[in-house]
């Protein structure tokens, strides 16, 4: 029993030290703005992750616009979910992936219309998100000048959150965001002989 106690009385002490500190970082945390996501990396889950953000969006009523840069061949469960809401705009401007059309004008030419939507959706005020998924190829295979992109980001309205998906990142968008989060392969079941399916990878 006392090993219990004192292992309870140390638990709450730990606990009262994390309350203090978490409280110290929200208080200091006072600017209101929307904010720049980046969600890069090799590894599973990156645009799943922007579509999650998207659902607790419009959990709160918000406006919200999706731009897919690669999509467009096949169409996906998200694309299926979320086209229904009144409160999304979805637009799949893609030809498929790169490995697929292997027409590189063709594919600069989709690329440049998608940057044109995306730049209108991420100018208009009503979006509380525009979510531009896996834009960072569209820089990685040179489809695509960089430079508009930050320079949308930087203007965009005050309360408007985008969120940025993809593989190969260039440094001057992950020093332009808000946030960066590199999601990493550890294991893939695909690379283990798994056939990809419906509700996982699409």
């Not at 009523?61 to 809401?85: D, I, P, R, W």
């Not at 979006?127 to 203007?155: G, R, S």
């Amino acid at each position: 029993m006392a090993n219990d106690k004192f292992s309870e009385e140390k638990h709450l002490k730990k606990m009262k030290a994390v309350k203090e500190k978490q409280d110290q970082k929200i208080a200091a945390a006072t600017e209101e703005r929307g904010i720049s996501i980046l969600l890069a990396g090799p590894g599973k889950g990156k645009s799943s992750s922007a579509f999650g953000m998207l659902a607790r969006s419009l959990g709160h009523g918000h406006k919200v616009a999706v731009v897919q840069f690669l999509k467009g061949a096949m169409s996906t469960g998200e694309e299926k979910f979320f086209t229904s809401h009144e409160n999304v705009d979805w637009f799949t401007m893609g030809d498929g992936f790169t490995w697929e059309t292997q027409n590189r004008q063709k594919d600069i030419e989709s690329a440049e219309k998608a940057w044109q939507k995306a730049a209108e959706l991420i100018a208009d005020e009503q979006y509380n998100l525009v979510i531009l998924d896996e834009i960072t190829y569209m820089f990685k295979y040179e489809y695509l000048d960089i430079q508009p992109t930050l320079d949308a980001l930087k203007n965009r309205p005050k309360n408007m959150n985008v969120i940025m998906t993809g593989r190969g990142p260039k440094q001057e968008l992950i020093d332009a965001v808000d946030t960066y989060s590199l999601i990493l392969e550890e294991k893939h079941a695909f690379k283990n002989g798994v056939k990809a399916q419906a509700g996982i990878e699409w």
